[in-house]
């Protein structure tokens, strides 16, 4: 059985929030060529339990991960260690310190690791929903995703557009989201009643960091160079 909050931070929780993965039906490589994209979220979720600290030390524990403990860092100091606790500094990283305090948050998440799904997205949308509420952040949805895909770009180092945040933080299972990843303009798009979404698992493993999506990405951008465009 794994700990509860209580057991590995010896508080209950302020707060418990969580956020979709996301499965994209039209717009393949789309988004970061402001394109249009149509993703749906899936009812797998990533889960948060949070509470605020006194001082600007974070502790982290993901449930997925268990056997790595706890994670422990400080607002401010974040360093990039390449495995998933990234995720996490990259979102306290993106808001520039702007949480007072620490926190503590432990983390559930049924959304598959290297599935193409999002799982680092529902991650990001989580944990900026927890900080959001934890420390009255003026932040709405939109920008909500703006800063997950900050924190993927500038801290992770995945050069990833905006659809897989604003999916996360925008989309649900009754509805896809046409986004316009240009302008950020968007609507729903109703799902059909008694439709199912399948997912098919290729057993290809999918990394936006190091994986052909930063090749494809960096052939985007030259072909939009010799073009003479800002985006294709």
Same mark, same amino acid.
């Given at each position: 059985m794994q700990?509860?909050?209580?057991?590995?931070?010896?508080?209950?929780?302020?707060?418990?929030?969580?956020a979709p993965g996301r499965v994209n039906l039209i717009g393949e *490589?789309?988004?970061?060529? $402001? $394109? /249009?994209?149509?993703?749906?979220? =899936?009812?797998?979720?990533?889960?948060?339990?949070?509470?605020?600290?006194?001082d600007r030390t974070v502790r982290l524990?993901?449930?997925?991960?268990? $056997?790595q403990g706890l994670h422990t860092y400080v607002i401010g100091q974040e360093a990039h260690t390449g495995g998933w606790v990234d %995720?996490?500094?990259?979102?306290? *990283?993106?808001?520039?310190?702007?949480?007072?305090?620490? /926190?503590?948050a432990r983390i559930e998440s049924d959304v598959?690791?290297?599935?193409?799904?999002?799982?680092?997205?529902?991650?990001? =949308?989580? =944990?900026?929903?927890?900080?959001?509420?934890? /420390? *009255?952040?003026? +932040?709405d949805d939109v920008e909500l995703a703006r800063i997950g895909q900050r924190a993927e770009n500038e801290f992770v180092g995945a050069p990833v557009g905006i659809m897989d945040q604003m999916a996360c933080s925008l989309a649900d299972t009754t509805a896809a989201? /046409?986004?316009?990843?240009?302008?950020?303009?968007?609507?729903?798009? #109703?799902?059909p009643e008694g439709a199912a979404l399948l997912v098919v698992d290729s057993?290809?493993? !999918?990394? !936006?960091?190091?994986?052909? %999506?930063? +090749?494809?990405?960096?052939?985007?951008?030259?072909?939009? #160079?010799l073009l003479g465009v800002a985006m294709l």
């Open positions: 700990p509860s909050f209580e057991a590995l931070f010896g508080v209950a929780p302020t707060l418990s929030v969580d *490589h789309t988004d970061y060529n $402001g $394109g /249009f994209v149509l993703p749906a979220a =899936i009812p797998q979720r990533t889960r948060v339990q949070a509470s605020a600290r006194a524990w993901s449930a997925q991960f268990s $056997g %995720y996490v500094k990259g979102m306290t *990283h993106a808001l520039g310190g702007t949480p007072l305090s620490g /926190f503590d598959p690791v290297g599935s193409g799904l999002s799982s680092s997205a529902a991650l990001e =949308i989580a =944990i900026g929903r927890a900080l959001r509420d934890l /420390f *009255h952040l003026n +932040v989201l /046409f986004l316009d990843t240009r302008s950020l303009a968007h609507e729903r798009v #109703r799902l057993g290809v493993s !999918h990394d !936006h960091a190091s994986g052909d %999506y930063r +090749v494809r990405r960096t052939e985007c951008a030259e072909a939009a #160079r």
